[in-house]
């Protein structure tokens, strides 16, 4: 007996935990999706996408008719004929990242390495009956290359040649697929298996001549094969089965195939969409937003995202959203979701606007509504006692106990409440069930299930209530509509607190204490923070993407989810002390909405809970259609940011990708450096800070910019250093060395040169006086002659002082003339120019007269004191 | 394209006339910062407002107070710009060294003589736009 309960409680948890909301483990055939597309009006050089692949580091990389692109989530980079004049043709119709870094790809004439070099290998057996078709890189690195002549090539790298094989089949050869021991080759005339080692070619006779397009080798090493004509093959342990037209399969011509990360296998149709196998069956794989049927390629680039290539279309990225929706197979009564509650058996209570209440236990969904007993449809609160759980509705509060599925009783303004309207139920830790309703009611119900309502002051007769919250100290705090905030402590005493200011007439929605005991209120108008001795607001201006918050929760991840009409925000509860201590601080806050996968961005508020955080840590929030479910821990808040490279250096419009030993001549105006991330999911989130580490530069915020300028004019050593943030996560800092080189005069040898030189010059001029000393008899004649030179000399040194003189006179009259002369010349000119093409007002017109007058006059006094200048010149030069 | 351009000039008729004259060349009127000498330049170009832009322009007189424009040069000369910056030099002064010496400065691309007209504004925007 014991143990046949054991598989009963077994299958039933087996059987029902997906009910619960459990997102996190399903694959992305599972999971709420977002699709976004990209075209050649966005980037790709053309629509057909033939092959997808990513790269060492990340980046995808993708083949089409015009040539191969790399994409890192914001950046397209084309390598064509455009860029690589060595390509033969443009048509890439197979490409495949190398374990040994870089990509290959291949057109039917040539094969292409890209790494930071472009290599081209041509294959000179090309022929029109000789065209590549497919090539593939087996586990030791060899290179196989198959045409549509059936022979096969390979590729050897100390040539750098292709060079024949002994291998040759029957018919073109469309696909080559590498095993631990082998080759699979694809035909269009069946499968074969090809055993190096033996030099041995198997066909698959079970398969038959059929024309193959696609293969793929899944986790337990069995083949799925794709046809032209023939539909979808499994080869498993020597047993094939076919799945064709007749027996599920929407299409019998496969074009791509790709087995996801959790082991389906995706299957792509040449004009009929995608089909997933899973769990042993066919099933159609349906995206929203993602309605295109001619498929080219599939790539799953990791769990969360899949890239899509099509036949004219372009590339589309299907991601797991971040923001899922409750599972398929619970229907909910309406879709204005309103409060949210998870009761202590782990069930889930679920008001709507109208509908009534949805009961989603571990195996089964009950509702409650006017037809069996509900008071009302409207439900503003839901909240559970020990006992039972409440539902406030429109009309009435009603109570059903736990473990019933009837309503008990139903509490009305007969019973003591101040309104039939019960604006929010709260349960507190000590035992108090609190009852808000319209009309000024705060009420509690004691054990003895009799309603008192507690005595307010008059002004709040009026007042409608919000939320409840109980703080650390069991001090209950109720939010209203404009009227402040209630504090009502153990003893009952009723504190009132007024928001003053701009914050007057807030609406209070909900609450949050943080670890320092600061009690977060929810408001219209922000976040509000409330210490014993200050207060603090977070708005907009701080970095919320909205300031009307609806409600706040917490996730295990300690991240802080706030609701709204715009989606949903989270930033992490550490920023919180940010906005206490630094003013003006700008926290890192990340907007959920949309494009996040929610399905209706508004979020609903003014109910209690509005929101759930479940036991099993996802949290829901009630929006206008649906229920919004997070999964904190598949928002990767971290992952994607840790990364940023440097694509290249440019200045004197040369760009240099290979970055290293970069020499910049000295005097460069505008060396540019471009850097990037890999991201696919917020690229426009990024945002980038960068220094030049030699200049003890601050790191510079440059927001999403991905280029940096520089104008170096000392010559040296510098460092570059970039680094990307992400929702408040930085990556490593990416470095690379330049050097700017100095102008032959600021060299060391020139220096040198200069400093030999005057060694040289010394010498020779030591020489030279000591010669003259022995010339003694010479000396004589000499001074004789140097006083005689000695006395004109004064005299002209006497004259040349005078022309000296005159001549700075004259360069500063012709400063004048052309500074100070010239500025209010410049001005009249400058004015009248004006007149002569704007029309002017009044006032302005009368603005410029005056200024032409001031011109004209200081001009009449320049041209004064040029005149007396140039007369003192004049007489002191006749002197 | 935003370019960000600074009018630096002591005379308040010169600031005045320039502006008219850029806004009607075809520079756009919120974009035209102005400074009284070098000095108050450098603190608008420190200002964060070089982000929301893509290049930068700097119509620069010689003659001010404070700091003038071979100062202000010289202090530009080793700074980091987080946009291309360049510099247009417009002064009253029709002396050849200065035009040459204005010449052999990094990011000086143009030397206007005062005034400024909107046929060399246009000159000096089309300019502009090739770097």
């Known amino acids: 007996m014991g143990f046949k309960r054991f598989i009963l409680l077994l299958i039933f948890i087996f059987s029902l935990t997906p009910s619960q909301g459990q997102q996190s483990s399903n694959s992305i055939f599972e999971s709420n999706l977002v699709v976004k597309q990209w075209n050649n009006q966005t980037g790709l050089p053309q629509n057909t996408v033939f092959d997808i692949d990513k790269d060492a580091i990340g980046n995808l990389w993708i083949s089409t008719e015009e040539g191969i692109v790399r994409f890192d989530g914001s950046k397209f980079k084309v390598y064509n004929g455009g860029t690589n004049p060595d390509f033969y043709s443009n048509l890439f119709n197979m490409l495949s990242a190398s374990p040994n870094g870089g990509i290959w790809a291949s057109n039917p004439m040539e094969l292409v390495h890209i790494d930071s070099l472009v290599n081209v290998y041509k294959f000179k057996f090309y022929s029109n009956e000789n065209k590549i078709t497919c090539f593939e890189e087996d586990k030791d690195g060899k290179l196989w290359v198959g045409t549509d002549s059936g022979n096969i090539y390979h590729l050897n790298h100390r040539s750098k040649s292709i060079e024949e094989s002994n291998v040759k089949l029957d018919a073109p050869v469309n696909f080559i697929k590498s095993l631990s021991n082998g080759l699979l080759i694809g035909t269009t005339n069946g499968l074969y298996e090809y055993l190096p080692a033996r030099n041995e070619l198997k066909y698959f006779s079970e398969l038959g001549p059929i024309n193959i397009t696609a293969i793929t080798v899944d986790n337990e090493q069995s083949f799925w094969i794709g046809s032209q004509t023939n539909g979808l093959f499994h080869i498993k342990n020597d047993s094939v089965i076919q799945f064709a037209e007749r027996n599920g399969l929407k299409e019998n011509f496969i074009i791509a195939l790709d087995i996801s990360p959790t082991g389906e296998v995706l299957i792509g149709t040449s004009s009929s969409g995608l089909q997933v196998f899973k769990d042993g069956k066919l099933s159609d794989f349906q995206v929203k937003g993602f309605d295109f049927n001619d498929i080219k390629s599939i790539f799953f680039y990791s769990d969360n995202l899949l890239w899509i290539g099509t036949s004219g279309s372009g590339l589309y990225l299907l991601r797991k959203a971040e923001v899922q929706e409750i599972p398929e197979d619970i229907h909910l009564t309406g879709n204005v979701i309103l409060p949210i509650f998870e009761d202590k058996n782990k069930n889930i209570w679920i008001g709507t606007a109208g509908n009534g209440v949805n009961k989603i236990s571990s195996n089964k969904i009950e509702y409650f509504s006017k037809e069996n007993g509900l008071s009302n449809g409207v439900i503003l609160s839901i909240y559970g006692s020990d006992e039972a759980i409440y539902i406030g509705t429109a009309n009435g509060l009603n109570e059903i106990l736990l473990g019933s599925s009837t309503i008990n009783k139903v509490y009305t303004e007969k019973d003591g409440l101040a309104s039939n309207i019960i604006k929010a139920v709260y349960f507190s830790s000590g035992k108090t069930l609190w009852i808000a309703t319209r009309s000024g009611g705060i009420h509690y119900l004691n054990g003895g299930k009799k309603i008192i309502q507690l005595e307010l002051p008059e002004f709040l007769t009026n007042a409608e209530f919000n939320s409840f919250f109980e703080d650390m100290d069991g001090n209950i705090w109720i939010g209203t509509k404009g009227s402040g905030l209630l504090i009502i402590d153990e003893n009952k005493e009723i504190k009132h607190v007024s928001l003053t200011g701009r914050l007057r007439n807030s609406d209070i929605l909900s609450f949050y204490e943080d670890d320092k005991n600061t009690i977060w209120i929810g408001t219209d108008k922000g976040l509000i923070g409330f210490n014993d001795d200050a207060y603090f607001i977070l708005n907009k201006e701080n970095g919320l993407k909205f300031s009307e918050i609806y409600n706040i929760i917490e996730d295990h991840n300690n991240f802080l989810w706030l609701s709204g009409n715009q989606g949903l925000q989270n930033f992490h509860a550490d920023e919180l002390e940010r906005v206490k201590f630094e003013e003006n601080a700008i926290i890192s806050v990340r907007l959920f909405n949309a494009n996040n996968g929610m399905k209706n961005e508004e979020a609903n508020g003014g109910v209690f809970p509005a929101g759930w955080r479940l036991s099993n840590g996802n949290i829901w929030f009630p929006t206008v259609e649906g229920i919004a479910v997070i999964d904190p821990d598949v928002i990767e808040y971290y992952k994607e940011a840790s990364n940023v490279y440097i694509e290249h250096i440019k200045f004197a419009n040369q760009v240099y990708t290979r970055i290293n030993n970069i020499q910049v001549p000295s005097g460069t105006v505008n060396i540019e450096i471009e850097y990037s991330s890999i991201n696919f999911t917020d690229p426009g989130a990024i945002n980038y800070f960068y220094r030049i580490k030699e200049l003890d530069m601050d790191w510079e915020n440059v927001g999403n910019r991905r280029v940096g300028y520089f104008t170096i004019l000392e010559p040296g050593e510098y460092t570059f250093e970039v680094k990307s943030e992400l929702f408040g996560a930085f990556s490593k800092p990416k470095a690379f060395s330049f050097a700017v080189v100095p102008f032959f005069y600021q060299t060391l040898w020139f220096k040198a040169i200069i400093l030999f030189s005057i060694i040289a010059l010394s010498i020779l001029a030591l020489d030279y006086f000591y010669r003259r000393k022995k010339g003694v008899e010479l000396a004589d004649l000499v001074e004789r002659r140097t006083s005689e030179l000695k006395r004109s000399n004064e005299k002209l040194k006497v004259a040349f002082k005078d022309i000296e003189e005159q001549n700075i006179k004259l360069k500063e009259i012709a400063w004048i003339q052309s500074h100070i002369v010239r500025a209010p010349l410049a001005r009249l000119l400058g004015v009248v120019d004006l007149l002569s093409y704007k029309k002017l007002e009044d006032k302005e017109l009368k603005n410029l007269f005056v200024n032409l007058k001031v011109s004209g006059e200081e001009l009449d006094s320049v041209i004064r004191d040029i005149v007396r200048k140039s007369e003192e010149v004049i007489k002191d030069s006749e002197k | ?131």
């Not at chain 2, 040069?73 to 035009?99: A, G, Q």
């Open chain 2, 1 to 131: 394209m935003k370019i960000l351009s600074v009018i630096v000039d002591d005379d308040d008729l010169v600031i005045y006339l320039h502006k008219v004259v850029l806004e009607e060349a075809g520079f756009n009127a919120e974009d035209i910062f102005t400074a009284i000498n070098g000095k108050e330049a450098l603190e608008v170009l420190n200002q964060s407002v070089q982000d929301d832009y893509n290049k930068c322009i700097i119509f620069l007189d010689i003659n001010m107070p404070v700091m003038d424009g071979w100062e202000f040069l010289e202090e530009m000369k080793n700074r980091i710009h987080t946009i291309p910056t360049f510099i247009v030099m417009v002064t009253s002064s029709v002396n050849i060294e200065d035009r040459e010496k204005a010449k052999s400065v990094n990011n000086v691309i143009d030397y206007i003589e005062k005034p400024l007209t909107i046929s060399k504004a246009e000159n000096v925007l089309k300019l502009f736009k090739d770097i």
